[in-house]
């Protein structure tokens, strides 16, 4: 997994139990919350309709605070116009090199996979079929997938997607040395170790057979055989990497400046100045595709903007949605507070969701003396997570947690929310031998924000003793190379590793079989920071991929996430939580919990 960027999206969200934000409180006037469902008390002049087969709707004084995590934000089913969208740096429009979910949100308008996250509220962490007929089957416990494409899907040149475009599109991920950047999930699934794919470029087998795992016996169906079991591989299928593509348009390295769309738009110009347009794809076939509601006629994103920035061109009413991933700047804040906003106040335009981001610190058990498992639990023991929230800034940022487990995901252990205990701390400190304490090196992304929260944890471990020495590292190179090396690690005595996590997937193995299965370190860009390799936790991970049913498979992983943090080698920390602002003229608003966004699949505009 090489979802370890510092960001706050890329994982399922949706809004978890605990205090509104400050300025939410007080509007028992306007909402009110009942049994986890925002009400109106206030009777709209109109009634909304629900999503694209609905009746269009206006509301008079907007569908209030969190409308669009569980339900539409100003359903309608309305056409026309342009949708305006904002963003940060994209990193590729390639979909087999990004890695941005805030950029895989906007590729649902132009790329399409055999299954995807699906649009209907309050479920866009499910899985449905989008280019195939169903979800996928297998008959062996998921070491053999197969899928049947449905019929009338076409690309933008107006030929009709097949198997092979399938294949030929997770082929390109193969080529490691010119489609580079994004998930390589299907390289690990699908690849024989003896005789390694090169990919597509590379590839000299006569009549370009191609990937031996992936068969292709007709225009209509892949069978996809795995390496290992995989019950969640669909999930990996939903990911743009795996989007088909055209062989006869394929561009290598430059396939990201004009990508062919097999979705309801396509991208037309692409300009660091002007941003990107995207205009309607004629050949696109409504009743094919069963996600895509496609209401605007145009849309156009500006890239490059800062969070700032993005914040007050929503506030401004020159954006309408924002697909960074990131939510409003904590400095945006005290103006929702304030509670102007046009027709609609800016309280009712705020969508409150949980990022599934864990901050947690990884003590490496290769590095002395977390090698003891004592000694890590004294500083587990030791750590305040009031005070990690309130560095964060409060309710508004940061959910308290104790769990290796993202709260949106269900099934996950029974989480108490512990507070510091100095005692047992150094109770723990003498079992390791260690009753004056230790020094170690804690080491952090070089960020405003991680910075702080470091601070506060080595302030937290010095009333016990322990002297952790915050050591900033650069940000772009953090996850990759410094903490990302186990050789670096061990080099430099960082016994201590603030980290940020977010699966790629919202299931339980996306989230934990990177930090805790021992069979996941790897030299370079390695996950498991804490260097968990206990072989019965890898037992239990095995276990948990054994079963096939969801109610066992839950109860399984819970048992992986309860077993990895018994060891004391990972201290989840807090959550990251976000608020989304809709622009005014925002319609059809759905939160899309995996990419911690407004889902570009169902927007509109007034």
């Not at 006629?297 to 990131?326: C, F, I, K, P, Y």
């Not at 205990?421 to 260690?434: K, V, Y």
């Not at 790629?504 to 860009?525: E, H, I, K």
Request: glycine fraction near 10%.
């Amino acid at each position: 997994m090489d979802s370890t960027r510092e960001r706050s999206s890329g994982s399922t969200s949706t809004r978890p139990p605990g205090r509104r934000p400050a300025w939410l409180r007080g509007t028992a006037g306007r909402v009110l919350a009942l049994a986890g469902v925002v009400v109106l008390v206030v009777v709209l002049a109109v009634s909304c309709g629900g999503g694209r087969d609905g009746a269009t709707a206006v509301p008079v004084l907007g569908d209030g605070p969190d409308a669009g995590v569980d339900g539409v934000r100003s359903a309608s089913d309305a056409t026309g116009g342009t949708l305006r969208v904002v963003t940060g740096e994209i990193d590729s429009l390639d979909p087999q090199r990004s890695y941005q979910p805030g950029v895989w949100n906007l590729m649902r308008l132009y790329t399409r996979t055999l299954v995807t996250y699906s649009s209907e509220p309050g479920s866009t962490g499910d899985l449905v079929p989008d280019l195939a007929t169903d979800v996928g089957t297998t008959t062996d416990g998921g070491l053999t997938w197969a899928f049947t494409i449905r019929e009338g899907a076409r690309f933008e040149n107006g030929r009709a997607i097949t198997s092979r475009d399938v294949k030929y599109g997770i082929e390109r991920s193969f080529a490691s040395d010119v489609v580079v950047g994004g998930p390589t999930y299907v390289v690990d699934l699908l690849d024989d170790p003896a005789n390694p794919y090169a990919g597509p470029y590379q590839d000299e087998t006569p009549g370009r057979l191609g990937l031996a795992a992936v068969e292709t016996p007709d225009d209509l169906t892949v069978v996809f055989r795995l390496r290992t079991a995989r019950p969640d591989f669909p999930h990996v299928l939903a990911l743009p990497s795996s989007s088909p593509v055209p062989v006869e348009n394929d561009t290598g390295a430059d396939y990201g400046r004009d990508p062919v769309s097999s979705g309801p738009y396509a991208v037309t110009t692409v300009d660091p100045e002007t941003g990107i347009v995207l205009d309607r794809n004629p050949q696109w076939d409504r009743a094919a595709d069963p996600i895509r509601s496609a209401l605007p006629d145009r849309v156009v994103v500006r890239t490059g903007m800062s969070n700032l920035e993005r914040d007050q061109a929503l506030l401004a009413g020159s954006a309408d949605v924002d697909v960074s991933g990131m939510g409003v700047h904590a400095a945006t804040t005290s103006r929702l507070a304030e509670g102007a906003g046009g027709e609609v106040p800016l309280a009712d335009r705020v969508d409150d969701v949980t990022s599934g981001a864990v901050r947690m610190l990884a003590l490496p058990t290769d590095v002395a003396p977390m090698g003891n498992a004592d000694c890590r639990a004294a500083v587990a023991a030791a750590i305040d997570r009031r005070a990690v929230q309130d560095a964060l800034g409060g309710g508004d940022n940061a959910v308290r947690t104790s769990q290796l487990w993202p709260r949106a995901l269900a099934g996950g252990p029974e989480e108490p929310d512990p507070g510091p205990d100095l005692d047992a701390a150094r109770a723990a400190l003498t079992a390791c031998g260690q009753p004056q304490g230790f020094s170690t090196v804690l080491a952090v992304p070089d960020a405003e924000t991680s910075i702080g929260v470091a601070e506060e944890v080595s302030d937290q471990l010095a009333a016990v003793g322990i002297d952790a020495r915050v050591t900033p590292l650069p940000a772009a190179s953090f996850y990759a190379t410094d903490v990302g090396s186990p050789d670096n690690v061990a080099r430099n005595g960082y016994g201590i590793v603030l980290a940020t996590w977010s699966a790629d997937f919202p299931t339980p193995s996306s989230f934990l079989v990177p930090l805790a299965d021992g069979r996941s370190v790897s030299a370079v860009g390695n996950t498991n920071y804490a260097r968990l390799t206990d072989p019965a936790l890898s037992g239990l991970v095995d276990a948990a991929r054994r079963a096939a049913d969801p109610g066992p498979a839950r109860t399984a992983w819970a048992e992986v996430a309860t077993a990895a943090r018994a060891t004391d080698a990972y201290v989840p920390l807090v959550e990251t939580r976000l608020q989304l602002l809709a622009g005014q003229r925002l319609r059809n608003g759905v939160v899309m919990q995996p990419y911690a966004g407004y889902d570009l699949a169902t927007a509109g505009v007034r």
